[in-house]
């Protein structure tokens, strides 16, 4: 869970993490992202948001172990914002998949997690 918000992304995306062209593009999207995390309240509650490679995912969620959903959260808003699919069908399959996890995580949170501060 230590592993840099930016490289896990980049890697999920395809460029090597030591590709920095990029970096402020995805940097930008991925913080979009983490704001709707906020939102739905998952996160810190005074919000969160990276500038490099140096912020890592326990920076973001703490050490709770139900972390993919929203690696792959991040991974799909980014997608399709920075390198969208050029099929109809791919993307309304990521924005269905980013539909039923945000409504996941609103359980969760309204169960009380994901909160990491208070």
């Known amino acids: 869970m230590d592993d840099s918000i930016l490289d896990t992304i980049k890697k999920m995306l395809g460029p090597d993490s ?10 930008i999207h991925i913080n979009t992202a983490l704001s709707i995390l906020t939102q739905l309240g998952v996160g810190p509650t005074e919000g969160f948001r990276i500038t490099g490679p140096d912020e890592t995912w326990t920076d973001f969620i ?22 969208p699919p ?21 359980v969760a949170v309204d169960e009380g997690k994901y909160r990491t501060a208070e």
């Open 18 to 27: 030591a590709y920095d062209v990029f970096d402020t593009d995805m940097i």
């Open 62 to 83: 703490g050490s709770d172990i139900d972390l993919e959903s929203i690696k792959s959260y991040v991974y799909l808003k980014v997608k399709m914002l920075f390198d």
């Open 86 to 106: 050029s099929s109809s069908f791919v993307m309304k399959s990521m924005e269905e998949t980013c539909k039923e996890i945000e409504w996941r995580l609103n």
